[in-house]
């Protein structure tokens, strides 16, 4: 038994490979459904939404790429299935130029496949405007003056849904959908924080803690950290009803949750094998 | 209090020592302040009305003809950027609840000029003067042969090892200067030290391979592996394609160092420069094929996958005081004093800045505010 | 001498200088140094593209020449490099129609038209606005070959259209889709990346299975720290500390919130540390090569 | 489904499997896809550097688009005589008349270009030295142009972060004492973990004991980042799997599982006769 426990700790780490390959290749193909447990942060992005008034026109902004899509992209179709379902239209902006693209996928699977809704009516798509934090600083002003026309190159005043969205002061709520520079920290700085517009954002998990002191102290109303966070708000979306299947996020979280799982065995084990090294060092 | 009034008076005495623009007298009920630091930002103040209500800020440039909301504001001052150098006026209305214009007054054409030293940088001006005074001055003090003891590094003296080790292996050398060009700082050192590893393997006739993700930085690394090897008196063994391109692509030139890893299978690995996402790739290759491994890096980052993937890690600073270290330059060691004492100097401002903090004395961390 | 040591010297001295005291100086020139400085500093990157990529090509050419161990790969890497070079300057691809007139039978045009590509309502009124707009439309749909693009534009023509064939513009074809640039970009620039990237996942692991022991008390400090991380932040965490409380005292311990509390106190006092002596290494670095003390990279000890 | 989605799902799969199998060993699907990868890229970014940086930004600047040269000042008369030469060697790269975009014209820019052809100057030994002066020009401008930004963002910003306060009281009057716990551990974990970073003064007694504090710090700190980096990681590995599960159907021919059987049986087989070898 020892003399197993020692050579453990010298395992051809192809053997490593080959077992992370296997426990993230196989809940893919056969998913296992771990339960998902929705944490407070969750919670409190989902209530956020959840509390806004139907009346009110919402601003999503689609700012990350195909890069970091496999953790953002799901955040993006549960927070518009949550909308949808309460009847809010949604305005959507892009702050980095290929999150134009996710924005048309996200739109084209839950807008129109899904839910059936108008274009212009329901919901618009303004498209990408370079300059950053000036795009907000502008939209803060004036929507005319820094979305002339939308994505479809529709002129945005012959737009039913944009009639008396003057600027952001018209709109009820923000949700930016963020995979760094410009994203949330932009949103608060620029928008949020001086016209006092409720925000909230769905990050990647590299980001949670720079993005986190905002919702400590309030800037946010949420944040939906990683692809865990986006598992939970699926969860949280099948528990009231509002949509029957949890997505992408939820599918893959039985391999994030097993492959963390699998590296701290890893770790146990490595140090178990450590340690029956050193005591038989000891002895001699 | 009283404390506070002294560096206000200090602060306003800066401000007029630097202040080369002259500010003009404006209008009636709207004023422009231009005595901030830099040239296009002035300050506006509102006179005339004593209740703060709701004001719309226009701003129109002199020859257009059309007023461009800047922003709506509830005080009387509020700070406008503006060009310089070009005849702007500003515009303050105050509405009713229906948005029907109550009063609006207009300010003087007026403009700005640049400024020939920017205020709001003082601190970090005065910052740089002192970091410089004291790094020069350990340098003098170094040079008239006072001896400056440092700390032993140990990734540092595992230098001469690694390179020992590889020539009783009769294998190579393999050093990777980091994936960014010579506009970093990190380039910059990687190469330096470069010239002190290429040093060691002149002496020790083992062969060097130097890939590299940068042209500039290829040329840069000739020039010095060839004055390492002439200075060590081994014009012989130098050879230009030790240091050699492989290309621009982070992940692709990981692929290709991997593959010189693999095949060549060098006994002593350096990596030292700035990193990305590529450095575990690198180290763990490097751990397989069981070279000695010697990481520097002032990517903050990478450090972590460094520290557990290699046997030596220069942290953050020490990477960047090796040349001192491996040079025994005395210059260079008077340098790194210098810096010990810029360090010492920044805990007792902390130290300092805690205590005022504590005891609710704001002006103290103000103050670092203002640079 | 002069011409090789000094004047050097002299340039590192007053560029670096100029460009410190560019960010203390708000007036012209000094105010648009740094744009144009560093945009210089690409210029000259650039440039030296050319040496990097000779010297590429005389290492796997020479490999190849001389039979040397996996000459066959050098193949590979010479042909990836010429064809990647001809796709960015001589071959371009992104043919695209532009529909002028859609003539006597519109209803034809669009029936052809949409067994091509996917054309909405929206974009079916454009089409019919045509006669009256008099505004040509440009079709969304490109073609690597102008053949191809001729073949479906006289389908076009035979329902009535008049239609122009254009390719995009030099420059603009590194971004467009259906370019030969683009294509290698998506199918063999992107998944390489993209796979190099997802090995981190496989080295992530092995490195951690061999360098988290309990050694000694920092390498301790850094498993504790590195495991309360991986596991608080998924599911799983969560579940293992559900038992104590959200309200109560010892709500601290919840794996959730120890490991939140880590990274902003502990960890970011740990990496500001770092942070600072990083600085403090540049600044000094930096000094020293602008002052000329440290000049061995020009070759000269 | 057109020719060249399909053949491009089959390329791509195939340098994605070839990247994979380096996990098992160095082989010869690693071998082409890492050449392949090198080429490519190397060109790849040559192509990107010269379209976006020296076409526009150098030859931009220098030689702008004009209606009709023969507006022009003598002396740019003149200088556009000099563009019509490169106009000559490449009508794709220099369009008649200049470099559309709405560059101004600069002539400093020329210093720019002198200083990129003295780096080529490498190639001929003769004058090599001047490729000294382009590096020269780079490193002064790394040094001046770095070190504000780190004294900044690294050194004073963070002493900025630093200073806080020890005592905090609520407007409700009560002593907060969490905040405070917490402040003193951002204050202690700084201080200590720069004086490891002294290296004039030699790490022992009390000062020895503070920088082992200090190290305290630094390894929570990486322990903290490597658990991160775990979780991204692994993110982004489920999202390439996605990827190669969709091209496993039908209607791209299945490209991942027949790729992924030849590779494993031709690599089975390499395997096998390498053993024989060594057996012989």
């Given at each position: 038994?020892?003399?197993?426990?020692?050579?453990?700790?010298?395992?051809d780490?192809?053997?490593?490979?080959?077992?992370?390959?296997?426990?993230?290749?196989?809940?893919?193909?056969f998913?296992?459904?771990?339960?998902?447990?929705?944490?407070n942060?969750?919670?409190?992005?989902?209530?956020?939404?959840?509390?806004?008034?139907?009346?009110?026109?919402?601003?999503?902004?689609?700012?990350?790429?195909?890069?970091?899509?496999?953790?953002?992209?799901?955040?993006?179709?549960?927070?518009?299935?949550h909308?949808?379902?309460?009847?809010?239209?949604?305005?959507?902006?892009?702050?980095?130029?290929?999150?134009?693209?996710?924005?048309?996928?996200?739109?084209?699977?839950?807008?129109?496949?899904?839910?059936?809704?108008?274009?212009?009516?329901?919901?618009?798509?303004?498209?990408?405007?370079?300059?950053?934090?000036?795009?907000?600083?502008?939209?803060?002003?004036s929507?005319?003056?820094?979305?002339?026309?939308?994505?479809?190159?529709?002129?945005?005043?012959?737009?039913?849904?944009?009639?008396g969205?003057?600027?952001?002061?018209?709109?009820?709520?923000?949700?930016?959908?963020?995979?760094?520079?410009?994203?949330s920290?932009?949103?608060?700085?620029?928008?949020?924080?001086?016209?006092?517009?409720?925000?909230?954002?769905?990050v990647?998990?590299?980001?949670?803690?720079?993005?986190?002191?905002?919702?400590?102290?309030?800037?946010?109303?949420?944040?939906?950290?990683?692809?865990?966070?986006?598992?939970?708000?699926?969860?949280?979306?099948?528990?009231?009803?509002?949509?029957?299947?949890?997505?992408?996020?939820?599918?893959s979280?039985?391999?994030?949750?097993?492959?963390?799982l699998?590296?701290?065995?890893?770790?146990?084990?490595?140090?178990i094998?450590?340690?029956?090294?050193?005591?038989?060092?000891?002895?001699? | 209090?009283?404390?506070?009034?002294?560096?206000?008076?200090?602060?306003?005495?800066?401000?007029?020592?630097f202040?080369?623009a002259?500010?003009?007298?404006?209008?009636?009920?709207?004023?422009?302040?231009?005595?901030?630091?830099?040239?296009?930002?002035?300050?506006?103040?509102?006179?005339g009305?004593?209740?703060t209500?709701?004001?719309k800020?226009?701003?129109?440039?002199g020859?257009?003809?059309?007023?461009?909301?800047?922003?709506?504001?509830?005080?009387?001052?509020?700070?406008?950027y503006?060009?310089?150098?070009?005849?702007?006026?500003?515009?303050?209305v105050?509405?009713?609840?229906?948005e029907?214009?109550?009063?609006?007054?207009?300010?003087?054409?007026?403009?700005?000029?640049?400024?020939?030293?920017?205020?709001?940088?003082?601190?970090?001006?005065?910052?740089?003067?002192?970091?410089?005074?004291?790094?020069?001055?350990?340098?003098?003090?170094?040079?008239?042969?006072?001896?400056?003891?440092?700390?032993p590094?140990?990734?540092?003296?595992?230098?001469?090892?690694a390179?020992?080790?590889?020539?009783?292996?009769?294998?190579?050398v393999?050093?990777?200067p980091?994936?960014?060009?010579?506009?970093?700082?990190?380039?910059?050192?990687?190469?330096?030290?470069?010239?002190?590893?290429?040093?060691?393997?002149?002496?020790?006739?083992?062969?060097?391979?130097?890939p590299?993700?940068r042209?500039?930085?290829?040329?840069?690394?000739?020039?010095?592996?060839?004055?390492?090897?002439?200075?060590?008196?081994r014009?012989?063994?130098?050879?230009?394609d030790?240091?050699h391109?492989?290309?621009?692509?982070?992940?692709?030139?990981?692929?290709?160092?991997?593959g010189?890893?693999?095949?060549?299978?060098?006994?002593?690995?350096?990596?030292?420069?700035?990193?990305?996402?590529?450095?575990?790739?690198?180290?763990?290759?490097?751990?397989?094929?069981?070279?000695?491994?010697?990481?520097?890096?002032?990517?903050?980052?990478?450090?972590?996958?460094?520290?557990?993937?290699?046997?030596?890690?220069?942290?953050?600073?020490?990477?960047?005081?090796?040349?001192?270290?491996?040079?025994?330059?005395?210059?260079?060691?008077?340098?790194?004093?210098?810096?010990?004492?810029?360090?010492?100097?920044?805990?007792?401002?902390?130290?300092?800045?805690?205590?005022?903090?504590?005891?609710?004395?704001?002006?103290?961390k103000?103050?670092?505010?203002?640079? | 001498?002069?011409?090789?040591?000094?004047?050097?010297?002299?340039?590192?001295?007053?560029?670096?200088?100029?460009?410190?005291?560019?960010?203390?100086?708000?007036?012209?020139?000094?105010?648009?140094?740094?744009?144009?400085?560093?945009?210089?500093?690409?210029?000259?990157?650039?440039?030296?593209?050319?040496?990097?990529?000779?010297?590429?090509?005389?290492?796997?050419?020479?490999?190849?020449?001389?039979?040397?161990?996996?000459?066959?790969?050098?193949?590979?890497?010479?042909?990836?490099?010429?064809?990647?070079?001809?796709?960015?300057?001589?071959?371009?691809g992104?043919?695209?129609?532009?529909?002028?007139d859609?003539g006597?039978?519109?209803?034809?045009?669009?029936?052809?038209?949409?067994q091509?590509?996917?054309i909405?309502?929206?974009?079916?009124?454009?089409?019919?606005?045509?006669?009256?707009?008099?505004?040509?439309?440009?079709?969304?749909?490109?073609?690597?070959t102008?053949?191809?693009a001729?073949?479906?534009?006289?389908?076009?023509?035979?329902?009535?259209?008049?239609?122009?064939?254009?390719?995009?513009?030099?420059?603009?074809?590194?971004?467009?889709?259906?370019?030969?640039?683009?294509?290698?970009?998506?199918?063999?620039?992107t998944?390489?990346?993209?796979?190099?990237?997802a090995?981190?996942?496989?080295?992530?692991?092995?490195?951690?299975?061999?360098?988290?022991?309990?050694?000694?008390?920092?390498?301790?400090?850094?498993?504790?720290?590195?495991i309360?991380?991986?596991?608080?932040?998924?599911?799983?965490?969560?579940?293992?500390?559900?038992?104590?409380?959200?309200?109560?005292?010892?709500?601290?311990?919840?794996?959730?919130?120890?490991?939140?509390?880590?990274?902003?106190?502990?960890?970011?006092?740990?990496?500001?540390?770092?942070?600072?002596?990083?600085?403090?290494?540049i600044?000094?670095t930096?000094?020293?090569?602008?002052?000329?003390?440290?000049?061995?990279?020009?070759?000269?000890? | 489904?057109?020719?060249?989605?399909?053949?491009?799902?089959?390329?791509?799969?195939?340098?994605t499997?070839?990247i994979?199998?380096?996990?098992?060993?160095?082989?010869?699907?690693?071998?082409?896809?890492?050449?392949?990868?090198?080429?490519?890229?190397?060109?790849?970014?040559?192509?990107?550097?010269?379209?976006?940086?020296?076409w526009?930004n150098?030859?931009?600047r220098?030689?702008?688009?004009?209606?009709?040269?023969?507006?022009?000042?003598?002396?740019?008369?003149?200088?556009?005589?000099?563009?019509?030469?490169?106009?000559?060697?490449?009508?794709?790269v220099?369009?008649?008349?200049?470099?559309?975009?709405?560059?101004?014209?600069?002539?400093?820019?020329?210093i720019?270009?002198?200083?990129?052809?003295f780096?080529?100057?490498?190639?001929?030994?003769?004058?090599?030295?001047?490729?000294?002066?382009s590096?020269?020009?780079?490193?002064?401008?790394?040094?001046?142009?770095?070190?504000?930004?780190?004294?900044?963002?690294?050194?004073?910003?963070?002493?900025?972060?630093?200073?806080?306060?020890?005592?905090i009281?609520?407007?409700?009057?009560?002593?907060?004492?969490?905040q405070?716990?917490?402040?003193?551990?951002?204050?202690?974990?700084?201080?200590?973990?720069?004086?490891?970073?002294?290296?004039?003064?030699?790490?022992?007694?009390?000062?020895g004991?503070?920088?082992?504090?200090?190290?305290?710090f630094?390894?929570?700190?990486?322990?903290?980042?490597?658990?991160?980096?775990?979780?991204?990681?692994?993110?982004?590995?489920?999202?390439?799997?996605?990827?190669?599960?969709?091209?496993?159907?039908?209607?791209?021919?299945?490209?991942?599982?027949?790729?992924?059987?030849?590779?494993?049986?031709?690599?089975?087989?390499?395997?096998?006769?390498?053993?024989?070898?060594?057996?012989?």
């Amino acid at each position: 038994m020892s003399k197993f426990l020692e050579n453990l700790g010298s395992i051809d780490r192809r053997y490593i490979f080959l077992i992370i390959a296997i426990v993230v290749f196989l809940p893919l193909i056969f998913p296992l459904g771990l339960p998902v447990e929705p944490t407070n942060l969750t919670i409190d992005s989902f209530n956020a939404i959840d509390k806004i008034p139907k009346d009110e026109k919402v601003l999503v902004s689609f700012d990350y790429g195909p890069s970091t899509k496999p953790e953002i992209h799901p955040m993006a179709i549960a927070v518009l299935r949550h909308l949808f379902t309460k009847g809010n239209r949604v305005i959507i902006t892009c702050l980095w130029p290929d999150g134009l693209f996710m924005a048309r996928q996200a739109l084209q699977q839950v807008a129109v496949e899904e839910f059936d809704l108008t274009y212009g009516v329901d919901y618009v798509n303004l498209g990408y405007r370079p300059g950053n934090e000036a795009v907000i600083k502008g939209i803060t002003r004036s929507f005319p003056a820094n979305f002339a026309v939308d994505s479809r190159a529709i002129k945005i005043k012959n737009i039913p849904l944009m009639n008396g969205v003057q600027s952001l002061k018209n709109i009820g709520f923000i949700f930016s959908l963020s995979a760094g520079y410009p994203g949330s920290k932009e949103w608060v700085q620029y928008a949020s924080d001086p016209l006092g517009i409720k925000t909230s954002t769905g990050v990647t998990s590299i980001q949670v803690n720079e993005i986190l002191p905002f919702v400590k102290s309030g800037q946010l109303q949420g944040i939906i950290a990683g692809m865990p966070g986006a598992a939970e708000y699926e969860q949280l979306l099948v528990n009231n009803d509002i949509h029957p299947v949890i997505g992408k996020a939820g599918k893959s979280m039985d391999a994030q949750s097993i492959a963390h799982l699998v590296i701290v065995l890893f770790i146990v084990i490595g140090n178990i094998s450590y340690f029956a090294k050193r005591k038989k060092e000891k002895k001699y | 209090m009283k404390n506070r009034g002294i560096w206000l008076k200090i602060f306003l005495l800066f401000i007029l020592i630097f202040n080369f623009a002259i500010g003009g007298e404006i209008n009636i009920n709207v004023e422009v302040d231009k005595s901030d630091a830099e040239g296009q930002l002035v300050n506006m103040l509102i006179t005339g009305i004593d209740n703060t209500t709701n004001f719309k800020v226009f701003k129109k440039l002199g020859d257009e003809s059309q007023w461009i909301e800047l922003k709506s504001i509830n005080k009387l001052s509020s700070k406008i950027y503006i060009k310089n150098d070009i005849l702007t006026s500003l515009k303050v209305v105050t509405y009713d609840d229906n948005e029907k214009i109550i009063e609006e007054a207009i300010s003087e054409l007026f403009t700005t000029k640049a400024k020939w030293f920017n205020t709001s940088r003082l601190a970090r001006f005065i910052f740089l003067l002192v970091t410089s005074f004291l790094i020069l001055f350990y340098i003098e003090k170094a040079k008239k042969k006072k001896e400056i003891y440092l700390r032993p590094i140990a990734g540092l003296k595992a230098f001469e090892e690694a390179v020992g080790r590889a020539t009783e292996m009769g294998k190579s050398v393999l050093f990777v200067p980091g994936i960014m060009d010579l506009d970093q700082v990190e380039t910059i050192s990687g190469i330096i030290i470069l010239g002190y590893v290429s040093k060691m393997t002149a002496r020790y006739e083992t062969d060097l391979n130097v890939p590299v993700a940068r042209s500039i930085v290829m040329e840069a690394g000739r020039e010095i592996v060839r004055e390492s090897y002439m200075s060590e008196g081994r014009p012989d063994q130098f050879n230009s394609d030790m240091v050699h391109y492989l290309t621009d692509d982070q992940f692709a030139y990981a692929a290709g160092v991997n593959g010189i890893m693999l095949r060549e299978k060098p006994a002593a690995v350096f990596m030292q420069g700035k990193f990305y996402a590529e450095s575990l790739i690198l180290a763990e290759t490097g751990n397989s094929i069981g070279a000695i491994q010697i990481a520097g890096t002032g990517s903050q980052a990478q450090l972590p996958f460094f520290i557990t993937a290699c046997d030596y890690t220069l942290i953050g600073e020490e990477f960047f005081a090796a040349s001192a270290y491996l040079s025994q330059d005395p210059k260079l060691l008077g340098s790194i004093k210098g810096q010990d004492m810029v360090k010492a100097a920044i805990m007792i401002i902390i130290v300092v800045g805690v205590v005022f903090e504590s005891f609710g004395a704001e002006f103290f961390k103000k103050l670092i505010e203002i640079g | 001498m002069f011409l090789k040591r000094y004047i050097p010297l002299a340039i590192v001295f007053v560029v670096g200088v100029t460009m410190l005291a560019s960010w203390f100086i708000p007036h012209s020139p000094f105010d648009a140094f740094e744009i144009h400085a560093t945009q210089w500093f690409d210029i000259i990157a650039s440039f030296a593209m050319i040496l990097g990529a000779l010297n590429l090509l005389k290492i796997q050419s020479s490999k190849l020449i001389h039979r040397k161990r996996d000459w066959q790969y050098s193949l590979a890497a010479i042909l990836g490099f010429f064809l990647t070079l001809t796709f960015g300057f001589i071959l371009k691809g992104g043919h695209f129609l532009v529909l002028k007139d859609v003539g006597n039978n519109p209803t034809a045009v669009v029936n052809e038209l949409s067994q091509e590509l996917q054309i909405d309502n929206k974009i079916a009124n454009n089409i019919y606005a045509i006669p009256e707009t008099g505004d040509g439309i440009k079709i969304k749909k490109q073609y690597y070959t102008q053949n191809k693009a001729i073949e479906f534009k006289n389908r076009l023509e035979t329902a009535g259209a008049v239609v122009e064939v254009k390719e995009v513009v030099w420059g603009g074809h590194l971004q467009q889709n259906n370019t030969y640039f683009a294509w290698i970009f998506k199918n063999v620039f992107t998944p390489l990346s993209a796979t190099m990237f997802a090995l981190l996942a496989f080295f992530v692991a092995s490195a951690s299975y061999r360098a988290f022991k309990v050694r000694n008390l920092e390498a301790t400090i850094l498993l504790v720290a590195g495991i309360i991380i991986m596991i608080g932040r998924v599911p799983l965490g969560v579940f293992i500390t559900n038992w104590i409380p959200r309200t109560s005292f010892f709500s601290f311990l919840r794996l959730e919130i120890l490991q939140e509390w880590i990274y902003q106190y502990p960890n970011a006092a740990g990496a500001r540390a770092i942070m600072i002596g990083i600085g403090l290494g540049i600044v000094g670095t930096s000094l020293r090569v602008i002052l000329g003390i440290e000049k061995s990279f020009l070759g000269e000890k | 489904m057109s020719f060249g989605s399909i053949f491009g799902a089959w390329v791509t799969v195939f340098l994605t499997l070839a990247i994979l199998s380096y996990l098992y060993k160095d082989n010869p699907f690693y071998k082409v896809a890492e050449h392949i990868y090198v080429g490519v890229s190397a060109a790849y970014w040559g192509t990107i550097a010269f379209w976006n940086q020296v076409w526009p930004n150098l030859f931009g600047r220098l030689w702008p688009h004009v209606n009709d040269p023969s507006t022009l000042s003598k002396f740019n008369q003149f200088w556009y005589k000099i563009y019509n030469g490169l106009h000559w060697f490449s009508h794709n790269v220099f369009p008649e008349n200049g470099i559309p975009g709405n560059q101004q014209q600069n002539l400093w820019y020329i210093i720019a270009f002198f200083f990129g052809l003295f780096m080529l100057a490498r190639l001929i030994p003769k004058i090599s030295w001047l490729g000294r002066w382009s590096l020269a020009y780079v490193v002064g401008m790394a040094a001046g142009l770095r070190i504000y930004g780190f004294m900044s963002s690294n050194v004073i910003a963070q002493i900025h972060g630093s200073i806080l306060p020890l005592w905090i009281i609520n407007e409700k009057g009560a002593i907060l004492y969490g905040q405070m716990i917490n402040n003193l551990v951002l204050i202690v974990g700084t201080v200590t973990g720069l004086f490891y970073f002294f290296f004039s003064v030699e790490h022992k007694g009390i000062l020895g004991k503070i920088s082992r504090v200090g190290i305290y710090f630094l390894m929570i700190s990486f322990g903290a980042s490597f658990g991160f980096a775990v979780m991204g990681r692994i993110s982004l590995l489920i999202g390439r799997f996605n990827k190669l599960i969709e091209y496993s159907h039908k209607q791209y021919g299945y490209a991942t599982l027949i790729l992924l059987v030849v590779m494993v049986l031709t690599l089975l087989i390499l395997n096998f006769k390498k053993t024989e070898e060594v057996t012989e």
